[in-house]
C-alpha cells in the first residue's frame, strides 16, 4: 500500500478546518459524556477494575484516528466484546486479580497482533464466516445474557457462570439474600435511564429546544444518574449500609506497561482472541459502512482492520483490554456531526481529562448505577423479531441465527458462535451440494432460454438443454453427474445436451474430473455434450487443462447459437405470444 493508504488521516487532515473542528469538538463533549459511565461499566461486565475502562478510551481513540478510514468510528469498550473477555478469562483466573488484569492486557495485544497481520495480508474476507444471522443471533443472545447477569449487581447477591442456565438458578437461590437498599437505587437508576432514553428528548423539544440539543442532552442521562446516586451514597453513607461502590479508582494517566509474556497463555487466549477480533470487527465495519454511506463516504476494510488492530495494541500496552467500534456510540457522534477521527482525539483528551481530576469523585459510585447502565444499553441490541423475519426468508438461516441464540444463552459465548458459524458453513455446503439444476426452453420470438416448468417454451426432442445455477466444485461434482444421468435415462431421443454456464463461477478440479466422466458416459448413450455461455474466467481455467480439445463438443457464445446450430429446424421467427406462466 501507499503512504496514504496506510495512513488515511493524511487525506483528511490537509482540509481540516476550523469549522470542522468546532463540529469535531462538540460531538467529542457528548460522546465523552457518553463514553465515561459505559467505559466503567463496560470494564466491570469485563470482570475488570472500572478504571481499565477508561483507560482502554485514550490511547485507542488517538490509534484509530491515524489508521482507520472511517470518518465517525468511535472507537473504544462496547459490551459484547466485553462479554467475550469475561468469558475468555473467568474460567482461568479470578475476576480483578492481578493475573486476571495482566491477561485481559495479553488478550488485547492478541487481538491487535491478529488484526493487524489480517490487514497486512488483506483477510478481511475472514469476516464473511460471520454471516449477518449468525451475528445476529449472537448479539440478540448476547444482549439478553447480559442484561440478565447484570441482575445480581441490582439484587447485591454474588452469582457466577457464562450462560442462563449457570446464572438463572443462582439468582433464584440468592433472592433470599437481596439487599434492599442496593435494589431501590439499581431500580431507580434503571428507570431513570430507560424514560431519558424513550421520553426525555421529546419533552425538552416540548420545552422548546431544538431536536438536536435536545438529543445531546438526552444522552447524557447516564451522567446525571451517576452525579445523583454518587450523592445519594454520600449523604446517606450507603456504603456502610452494604451498598457495593466503585470505591478508590488510581488517579493520573496510564503508563505504558507490558501484558503478561506468557506463550502457554498466549495459545490458551488464541481462539478466544481471533473470535473478539473477527466479531469486533463485523460490528465496526457494519456500523462504518452504514454511516459513511449516509455521507457517500466510504471506508476501507483493511484500513479498518488496521485501525482497529493498531487501537487494541494501544489499548494493550495502555493497561486496557480488547477494544472496537461501538454501535451506540458512533450513531451518537454521527448525530453529532462529527466530520473527522479528530473527534475520537478530542474525545481521548476529555477521557484523560476526566482520569487525572474526577476519580476520586467516583469513589461512592454504586455497581448497581453502571449496571443499570449496561442493561438499558445492551437491551436495544436484542432484535428477536429478526430471527422471524429470517426464519420466514429461509429456514436454513433462521436455524443458524437460532441455533447461536440458544448457543449463546444456554452454552456460553464461544460455544454458541463458534455452533452458530460451523452450522452456517454446513448448510451452505448441503444449499450448494444440490444445485439447482433446470431444463430451459427457447421462449417464442425470443432468444431468451426460460425454466420449462415455468414458462411455455419451444424445445427440441434431440438438444437438451440443461441451465446450471452454481459454481461447480466438490461438493456438488457428484450430484451433477446423478442429475444428468436421470435425464438422459428419461428422455431416449436426445443426442445433444448443451450445458448452460451463465449461473457458473467456478468449475474446481472434481468437478472437471465429474465432466470427463460425464463425456464419457453420454458418448457410451450416443449422446455429446456441449457448453453454453461460458464466463471468461470460467473458460480460462477450462483452457488451462486438455478438457475442450477432448471432450468432442462445442463451446457456444449463447445458449440460442447453440440451438441454431444443433437444432436449426427451430428458429427465432416463431410469432410471439404471452408467457404463460405454470406452477413451479
Excluded at 71 to 97: I, K, W
Excluded at 302 to 324: M, R
Excluded at 327 to 337: E, H, I, K
Excluded at 410 to 434: A, D, K, P, Y
Amino acid at each position: 500500500m501507499k503512504r496514504r493508504q496506510w495512513l488515511p488521516c493524511l487525506d483528511w487532515a490537509q482540509h481540516y478546518s476550523r469549522s470542522a473542528a468546532s463540529q469535531d469538538g462538540l460531538a467529542a463533549l457528548i460522546v465523552t459524556l457518553m463514553l465515561i459511565p459505559q467505559s466503567l461499566a463496560y470494564a466491570m461486565l469485563a470482570g475488570l477494575p472500572p478504571i481499565m475502562g477508561l483507560y482502554a478510551s485514550i490511547l485507542p481513540l488517538l490509534a484509530y484516528a491515524l489508521f482507520g478510514s472511517s470518518r465517525t468510528l468511535a472507537v473504544g469498550p462496547v459490551a459484547v466484546v466485553s462479554l467475550m473477555t469475561a468469558a475468555a478469562l473467568e474460567p482461568l483466573f479470578p475476576s480483578g486479580s492481578a493475573a486476571y488484569i495482566g491477561a485481559a492486557m495479553l488478550l488485547a495485544l492478541l487481538s491487535g497482533v491478529l488484526l493487524s497481520a489480517m490487514a497486512v495480508l488483506r483477510l478481511g474476507f475472514l469476516a464473511n464466516f460471520l454471516s449477518h444471522p449468525v451475528v445476529s443471533g449472537f448479539i440478540s443472545a448476547s444482549g439478553i445474557l447480559i442484561a440478565i447477569g447484570q441482575l445480581k449487581h441490582l439484587f447485591g447477591i454474588s452469582v457466577s457462570g457464562d450462560s442462563l442456565v449457570q446464572i438463572i438458578p443462582q439468582l433464584w437461590l440468592g433472592l433470599p439474600a437481596l439487599h434492599g437498599p442496593t435494589l431501590l437505587i439499581g431500580v431507580l437508576s434503571l428507570a431513570w435511564l430507560w424514560w431519558a432514553r424513550v421520553r426525555l428528548k421529546p419533552l425538552l423539544q416540548h420545552l422548546g429546544l431544538t431536536p438536536a440539543t435536545a438529543g445531546n442532552l438526552a444522552k447524557a442521562g447516564p451522567v446525571l444518574a451517576i452525579i445523583v446516586a454518587i450523592l445519594a451514597v454520600t449523604w446517606q453513607q450507603l456504603e456502610q449500609a452494604g451498598v457495593k461502590v466503585v470505591g478508590a479508582i488510581p488517579q493520573g494517566l496510564p503508563g505504558l506497561t507490558l501484558p503478561t509474556m506468557d506463550l502457554d497463555l498466549a495459545l490458551q487466549l488464541l481462539p478466544a482472541a481471533l473470535l473478539i477480533s473477527l466479531v469486533g470487527f463485523v460490528e465496526s465495519v457494519s456500523v462504518g459502512q452504514t454511516l459513511a454511506a449516509k455521507r457517500r463516504q466510504r471506508i476501507q476494510p483493511d484500513n479498518e482492520l488496521l485501525g482497529l488492530g493498531t487501537a487494541n495494541l494501544a489499548s494493550a500496552f495502555s493497561g486496557g483490554f480488547p477494544v472496537t467500534g461501538g454501535f451506540a456510540r458512533s450513531v451518537v457522534n454521527y448525530d453529532a456531526g462529527a466530520q473527522t477521527p479528530m473527534a475520537g482525539v478530542f474525545t481521548a483528551a476529555g477521557i484523560a481529562f476526566s482520569v487525572l481530576l474526577l476519580t476520586p469523585l467516583l469513589h461512592n459510585l454504586p455497581h448497581a448505577v453502571l449496571a443499570a447502565t449496561i442493561i438499558v444499553a445492551v437491551l436495544s441490541l436484542v432484535d428477536l423479531g429478526s430471527l422471524r423475519r429470517t426464519w420466514r426468508y429461509s429456514r436454513p438461516d433462521g436455524a443458524a441465527q437460532l441455533a447461536t441464540l440458544l448457543g449463546v444463552l444456554l452454552m456460553g459465548v464461544e460455544t454458541g458462535i463458534l455452533l452458530g458459524v460451523g452450522l452456517s458453513l454446513l448448510l451452505f455446503l448441503w444449499r450448494t451440494s444440490q444445485p439447482h439444476m433446470a431444463v430451459v426452453g427457447q421462449v417464442p420470438g425470443s432468444e431468451h432460454f426460460r425454466n420449462v416448468e415455468r414458462f411455455a417454451v419451444i424445445e427440441s426432442p434431440s438438444v437438451l438443454s440443461l441451465r446450471v445455477d452454481e459454481s461447480l466444485y466438490f461438493p456438488n461434482a457428484r450430484y451433477l453427474e446423478d442429475r444428468i444421468g436421470e435425464l438422459i435415462a428419461n428422455r431416449p431421443q436426445v443426442r445433444h445436451l448443451v450445458l448452460m454456464c451463465s449461473g457458473v463461477n467456478l468449475i474446481d478440479a472434481s468437478a472437471l474430473d465429474s465432466l470427463e466422466a460425464i463425456v464419457d458416459h453420454l458418448q457410451a448413450a450416443g449422446v455429446q455434450l456441449h457448453l453454453s455461455e461460458v464466463k471468461g474466467p470460467v473458460m480460462d481455467q477450462l483452457r488451462r487443462s486438455s478438457f475442450l480439445e477432448q471432450f468432442g463438443g462445442q463451446v457456444f457464445i449463447s445458449q440460442f447459437q447453440a440451438l441454431q446450430t444443433l437444432a436449426p429446424h427451430i428458429t427465432p421467427s416463431v410469432p410471439a405470444i404471452p408467457l404463460a406462466n405454470r406452477t413451479p
